[in-house]
């Protein structure tokens, strides 16, 4: 990704690159494209190759506001995330 700052141009890292410094358990939930949701099927991927132990939740039928188009969905996934990892 590259950003102008005045008459230089600065390089930041790639948001997949950062995902390499993350050391704790992660959970990615995402919903569905068509519907609004951010995070493509292809960027899902590419996160799980880049950050080893991902979990990836797809909430089928929710579009960018997952905790409100499946709250019981979300809340189910999530409380089992954390049950996981308490362990």
């Given at each position: 990704?590259?950003?102008?700052?005045?008459?230089?141009?600065?390089?930041?890292?790639?948001?997949?690159?950062?995902?390499?410094?993350?050391?704790?358990?992660?959970?990615?939930?995402?919903?569905?494209?068509?519907?609004?949701?951010?995070?493509?099927?292809a960027?899902a991927?590419?996160?799980?190759?880049?950050?080893?132990?991902?979990?990836?939740?797809?909430?089928?039928?929710?579009?960018?506001n997952?905790?409100?188009?499946?709250?019981?969905?979300?809340?189910?996934?999530?409380?089992?995330?954390?049950?996981?990892?308490?362990?």
């Open positions: 990704v590259m950003a102008s700052a005045g008459d230089s141009i600065v390089q930041s890292p790639s948001p997949f690159d950062m995902l390499k410094d993350v050391q704790v358990p992660t959970l990615l939930i995402r919903g569905d494209r068509e519907m609004g949701a951010i995070i493509s099927d960027a991927t590419e996160m799980e190759k880049t950050l080893p132990g991902l979990q990836v939740a797809h909430l089928r039928g929710a579009s960018h997952i905790r409100r188009d499946k709250f019981d969905d979300y809340i189910r996934t999530l409380r089992a995330f954390l049950a996981e990892i308490d362990n």
